[in-house]
């Protein structure tokens, strides 16, 4: 019922760009337009770090080490949120998970993607 899928994660070379994509279905799409969208990453032994939201009218905000570099958005019709990477560093390296955080809620409730890999060769 509860479904967040990423997708296009893979290896590149420092300076390089990917896109990924994460489409909400079940029960996480009849909440999609509703939910501030987010990437957050986790790299091996480090904390999970949020990347970059978007709130469900469009309004963005990224952590300090993406900012300029990474661009997330979101389109309603189609329940899904992008995060386009560029000049990727190895310090990007991490397994991205998308994340849907709906309003309204009485408890702040997270609901997560498994994750994909982004590998930055340096």
């Known amino acids: 019922q509860v479904q967040l899928v990423e997708s296009g994660g893979g290896l590149v070379q420092a300076g390089g760009s990917l896109r990924l994509s994460c489409a909400a279905s079940?029960?996480?799409?009849?909440?999609?337009?509703?939910?501030?969208m987010g990437w957050y990453r986790q790299a091996p032994g480090k904390q999970r770090e949020l990347v970059a939201f978007?709130?469900?009218?469009?309004?963005?905000d990224y952590a300090d080490s993406v900012k300029g570099r990474f661009t997330i958005s979101r389109d309603n019709a189609k329940n899904t949120v992008y995060l386009q990477m560029n000049s990727l560093k190895p310090e990007d390296t991490a397994v991205y998970y998308c994340?849907?955080?709906?309003?309204?809620?009485?408890?702040?409730?997270?609901?997560w993607g498994q994750g994909t890999q982004v590998t930055v060769s340096s």
């Open positions: 978007i709130s469900s009218g469009g309004s963005t």
């Open positions: 079940g029960s996480t799409g009849s909440i999609f337009s509703i939910s501030r």
């Open positions: 994340n849907a955080r709906p309003y309204g809620l009485v408890r702040q409730t997270d609901y």
